[in-house]
């Protein structure tokens, strides 16, 4: 594999011309099967496997996992910012640097497990719950310079499970 397909072994994100109702449910779905797969994936590795990295200089496993629930506890606050306030504009965080501080480093990542359990639950609880109208609310993303719909955040984050999903498997294969 060249370093293009270690970095996105599933694609980059491609947003829909058009957002369904079934998009909406099958992305759902990810995320709400998240925290199972993730877990079956990494509760029981070694330490030594979780050193393992998917790409050189890449994240290892346990990065990995902690990075998921740094990520998914932003893309929940942000789901409730554009719920309560109109166009907010969020705040950005370096996920690079937040991969190296001292709780990411030492933490078993089963806290992240658990963390990532109860956020999914809720989460998939309040998409679910959503009139049309509500995923069609926006969020600024300064770092990007672009509005996104909450529509398009749940796609993103089911690409963003299905994606460090791809990367601890081939971590773990390597």
């Not at 990295?53 to 996992?65: E, F």
């Not at 705040?91 to 963390?115: G, H, M, N, Q, R």
């Not at 995923?135 to 310079?145: C, D, F, K, S, V």
Request: with cysteine; net charge negative.
């Amino acid at each position: 594999m060249n370093l293009q397909e270690l970095k996105y072994p599933i694609g980059i994100f491609e947003k829909p011309e058009t957002i369904t109702a079934s998009h909406i449910a099958e992305w759902t779905h990810t995320i709400k099967d998240f925290p199972a797969l993730i877990t079956q994936l990494t509760e029981n590795l070694s330490e030594e496997s979780l050193a393992k990295t998917y790409r050189p200089d890449g994240w290892n496993i346990k990065q990995l996992v902690h990075h998921c629930a740094d990520s998914h506890m932003n893309a929940f606050i942000r789901f409730k910012l554009a719920l309560t306030e109109e166009t907010p504009k969020i705040k950005p965080y370096f996920e690079d640097k937040w991969a190296e501080l001292p709780d990411t480093v030492t933490t078993p990542i089963k806290a992240s497990l658990k963390l990532i359990e109860g956020l999914h639950t809720r989460w998939a609880i309040l998409i679910q719950l959503l009139h049309s109208e509500d995923l069609e609310r926006i969020y600024i993303h300064p770092e990007h310079a672009k509005q996104f719909t909450l529509a398009e955040t749940i796609g993103m984050y089911d690409w963003h499970c299905r994606h460090h999903l791809a990367h601890i498997k081939n971590a773990l294969n390597s």
